[in-house]
């Protein structure tokens, strides 16, 4: 006997809720692009886990498509960074507000 | 045996998680952050995803990670300090309790413990897409039920890549139409 559907699912929910909490508190957004990865990962822990248990595949090739788009996101997300840095000379989010005003 | 490797390697990633949240250094956070993927990988080969254990160390922990860390050091090389408004922590900490809370409420109608499913190591023929332990079994999945979202998958990396070079292309300074000049 090992630790059930229940355990994994609780460490995915934990990872999810600091992932999401870090994303509300942090305001440099290279971090808060980091804690976005963070809440990919506890959802393909989630995957896999209840793709184990229910002896199936389809959770296990679902994260192989996150993992995927996370590369392809993290490429575009820094290069957004990078282009923004170069024109604003900041990366904290709160001085990032041109759009409000 | 595998309880207690579980209780470590999750110990070891909510607290790499709560550190890469903490920390004040974005450099600190990022290798806590690859601290968590590892362990997020090690918890993978608890659940005999080898393949998906491996592409999480080599793509996240790796090429991911490698990217987050040049561009920190590129760009945020002091780390300057924003304080936290009292507003924004409060949400952020009723957010976390109301998550985590959710998080275990959904999760306890799940076994505590259980015995894992036995699997074999490559797929058999009555069950093509059952969970195995081999890489092959990715193949077959990818191959038949999972085309389209596998053509899908690579056409969307070329248009990132040929967005990435769009996007860090230098823009003249005269065609500049920003608004805060």
Known sequence: MQPGLQAYLIVAGFLFAIGFAGVLLRKNTLIIFMCLELMLTASTLALVAISRFYNSMDGALFVFFIITVAAAEVAVGLAIIVALYRRRHSVQVDELNYLKH | ?181
């Open chain 2, 1 to 181: 045996m595998p309880a207690f490797f579980f209780y470590f390697f999750s110990a070891l990633t909510i607290l790499a998680a709560l550190l890469v949240v903490l920390n004040r250094d974005a450099v600190n956070s990022a290798m806590c952050m690859i601290v968590a993927l590892a362990g997020v990988a090690a918890l993978f080969v608890l659940l005999q995803a080898y393949f998906l254990a491996v592409l999480q160390i080599v793509v996240y922990a790796g090429a991911v990670m490698v990217l987050f860390l040049f561009i920190i050091m590129l760009l945020d090389p002091k780390g300057r300090r924003v304080p936290v408004s009292e507003m924004n922590l409060v949400f952020g900490l009723i957010a976390l309790l109301a998550l985590a809370l959710g998080a275990f409420w959904l999760a306890r109608q799940y076994p505590a413990v259980a015995e894992l499913p036995a699997i074999p190591q490559l797929p058999t023929d009555d069950a093509p897409l059952g969970y195995a332990t081999a890489a092959k079994t990715f193949g077959y999945g990818l191959f038949t039920r999972y085309l389209l979202p596998f053509e899908v998958a690579g056409l969307l990396l070329l248009i990132a890549m040929v967005g990435v070079i769009v996007l860090s292309k230098r823009t003249p300074p005269d065609s500049n139409d920003d608004p805060a000049k």
